[in-house]
């Protein structure tokens, strides 16, 4: 366990070199964490794309489970979540130091509930739209840290992580 910790660390720490923020055309980076929501602690990870100077396409996986006591009986749940997002960048147009990105997007998403077969309640898989605005504040020229708050879809109020650009 300790030589892969120790591995990680050092990729990590190599991977710290040349890079800027936000994402840029062609970059790519790596983000996970966890979220708020009003089921559960949601986890996450996701994947950004540079598709221009100012904008990202992304796309993030994310899992939650949740105990509920409805009508006097127990259910065990969890939610699986696949979304995609876009992002516009605002550090070129307001000239944000690069040790800092600012953004706001939207995103699409489906959410898998998985409900107990005698659960009598209205949990269901379902589509949803959402809006989000953010910020990153890079420790290095790859890694940082990620602050989101959004709405309307698996993250109501927000999320918080690491990003790391490979």
Do not use: C
């Amino acid at each position: 366990m300790k030589k892969l910790l120790f591995t990680l660390g050092l990729i990590v720490a190599v991977a710290a070199i040349f890079a800027q923020a936000p994402v840029g055309r062609g970059g790519k980076q790596l983000n996970a964490g966890v979220g708020l929501s009003e089921w559960g602690v949601p986890v996450y990870i996701g994947m950004d794309f540079g598709i221009s100077r100012d904008v990202s396409l992304g796309g993030e996986l994310s899992f939650r489970s949740w105990e509920e006591n409805y009508h006097n009986e127990h259910y065990d749940h969890s939610i699986i979540g696949i979304s995609g997002n876009v992002n516009y960048h605002f550090n070129y147009i307001l000239n944000i130091p690069q040790d800092w990105d600012f953004y706001a997007g939207l995103n699409l998403g489906y959410y898998f509930f998985n409900n107990p077969n005698d659960y009598p309640g209205d949990h269901d898989s379902e589509l949803g739209v959402a809006a989000q605005i953010g910020g990153r504040y890079f420790f290095t020229d790859k890694v940082g840290v990620n602050l989101e708050f959004g709405g309307g879809n698996a993250f109501n109020g927000g999320k918080l992580g690491i990003t790391l650009k490979i």
